[in-house]
């Protein structure tokens, strides 16, 4: 099992930005798929960004041009840059890990991002 943990979640006004970092147990991140996903209260859980145990990136659409996914093998860490942050944005976000050689999905225990106006 791999344990995720997550940090960086916290309160910041419109317009400002945050990073959010998941750091992963075990000793094959890269082979890992990574992503970022969010849940907003009565809202259905969203994915935001992913990226690849190849590096390759996904993004919603709502916050592409705004949010960049990177990862650090070296560190076993992926990390979710939010710039430009809306009030919409304001969400519980998890971490995902999907192990790439038998499927297994685990999640991170969430951190929450608010955005006020």
């Known amino acids: 099992q791999v344990q995720l943990v997550e940090s960086g979640g916290g309160l910041v006004q419109y317009g400002g930005s945050l990073t959010l970092s998941c750091a992963a147990s075990?000793?094959?991140?890269?082979?890992?798929?990574m992503g970022w996903y969010r849940q907003a209260p009565g809202k259905q859980r969203e994915l935001v960004a992913a990226?690849?145990?190849?590096?390759?990136?996904n993004y919603a659409d709502s916050v592409k041009g705004r949010f960049t996914i990177s990862r650090d093998n070296a560190k076993n860490t992926v990390y979710l840059q939010m710039n430009s942050l809306k009030p919409e944005d304001t969400a519980v976000y998890y971490c995902?890990?999907?192990?790439?050689?038998?499927?297994?999905?685990?999640w991170g225990q969430g951190t929450q991002v608010t955005v006020s106006s």
């Open positions: 995902r890990v999907k192990i790439t050689t038998n499927l297994l999905t685990y």
């Open positions: 990226i690849s145990s190849g590096g390759n990136t």
């Open positions: 075990g000793n094959s991140f890269r082979l890992y798929d």
